[in-house]
């Protein structure tokens, strides 16, 4: 299949882009999936209501068809279309941050295809906080069930050259709105019990949650690898970088001594760490992720690094470890699960 890609060169101005997003749209609307734009990464749409297109999402990414996709609308009147039972709590927090990085599991009404939900009870849903986005998803009339847009096991994709690397050949479009602004994925929180769980940490902190609507519980997968998930997606490796990577929770020395000792033996070694601290290493390759002060930052660039060690020839990556808190909370789940949970501590 023939890849055709519309690059938007101003996402701000409507007019100069709506010739393409009219193409994107009309194929979307004819059962193809095309990629596009959000604010965290890109996503791979298809039209939730048509369970032929959606199934082309599960082959085009080698997705297991049991982790089920979220559903993407531009305007809140569509979202009782397809949940009911929508408690006062995820009002408040639609009130505060939609559009935007914050996915909510409701109770599902029906009215799209079981290959979305993957026939659970409930529908995840959120409105993507991205003018190219919005436009689509308004433009085809339709709920786009969007995954991000890499294949599985791939970090996601934060530029559209990602999703070119990935899935060229595989779909029927991308639409290249430049780079993502947050880097890792939505917050998913399900909002189905009286507390609220985090499903899944991003974009959205718990913290800022809180302060709207009192305490929320966190999934105890997130903390114990050994728990069954409560989100299918959960119980995935993610992506797993090519040579093993390792999380040192504890000081720049200590990290070096660690590199210092892999080297001697031979061994090519690279470091993930932060522009204020890349000077610091002497390693194979140092590839500075952000910066610690500002964590949005590292969040950012974060899969793009990730893609990068990938393209190096070293055989292992020690990465520096980052506060759990605020959006830190994603960059460390995202972190943990590329490293299969290795962490070494300082003594
Ligand atoms: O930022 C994002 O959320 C991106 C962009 C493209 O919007 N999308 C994304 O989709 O990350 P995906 O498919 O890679 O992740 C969806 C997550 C998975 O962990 C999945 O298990 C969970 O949402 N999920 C979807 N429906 C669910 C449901 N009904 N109950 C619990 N978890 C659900
Ligand atoms: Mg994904």
């Not at 996402?11 to 979307?28: G, N, V």
């Not at 082959?59 to 297991?64: F, I, M, Q, W």
């Not at 932060?274 to 992720?289: G, I, K, W």
Request: charged residues 20%.
């Amino acid at each position: 299949m023939e890849t055709k890609i519309w690059i938007v060169d101003n996402i701000e101005d409507k007019s100069q882009f709506y010739p393409q997003i009219s193409q994107a749209a009309q194929l979307l609307r004819a059962g193809e999936i095309v990629a596009f734009p959000t604010e965290t990464v890109y996503g791979l749409g298809a039209n939730a209501t048509n369970t032929a297109a959606v199934e082309k999402i599960f082959s085009a990414k080698g997705r297991p068809s049991d982790n089920p996709l979220i559903v993407h609308i531009a305007q809140l009147q569509q979202l009782e279309e397809f949940a009911t039972d929508i408690p006062t709590f995820a009002y408040q927090l639609i009130e505060r941050f939609w559009p935007g990085p914050l996915t909510l599991v409701l109770k599902a009404k029906g009215n799209i295809s079981e290959k979305v939900t993957a026939g659970l009870p409930t529908v995840a849903v959120r409105m993507p906080n991205h003018p190219i986005a919005l436009a689509l998803i308004s433009e085809c009339g339709l709920p786009l069930a969007a995954p991000s847009a890499n294949l599985s096991g791939r970090p996601s994709p934060t530029t559209a050259k990602h999703v070119y690397d990935d899935l060229n050949g595989r779909i029927a479009g991308i639409v290249d709105g430049g780079e993502t602004g947050v880097g890792v994925e939505s917050t998913v929180l399900d909002c189905t019990e009286e507390i609220p769980v985090i499903l899944r940490p991003g974009g959205v902190t718990k913290e800022e949650i809180e302060q709207v609507i009192g305490k929320v519980r966190i999934d105890v997968a997130l903390e114990d690898k050994t728990a069954a998930p409560k989100s299918p997606g959960m119980k995935y490796t993610h992506y797993a970088p090519k040579s093993p990577l390792i999380i040192v929770a504890g000081s720049r020395t200590h990290l070096q001594h660690l590199v210092d000792e892999q080297r001697k033996r031979g061994m090519k070694v690279g470091v993930l760490t932060t522009e204020e601290n890349q000077h610091f290493y002497q390693a194979d390759v140092v590839l500075p992720c952000g910066r610690r002060e500002d964590l949005h930052t590292v969040a950012a660039h974060l899969y793009e690094v990730l893609r990068h060690f990938d393209e190096t020839d070293v055989e292992l990556i020690y990465s520096e470890s980052f506060p759990a808190e605020g959006i830190g909370a994603a960059i460390m789940n995202r972190l943990k699960k590329a490293a299969g949970y290795q962490v070494i501590r300082e003594k």
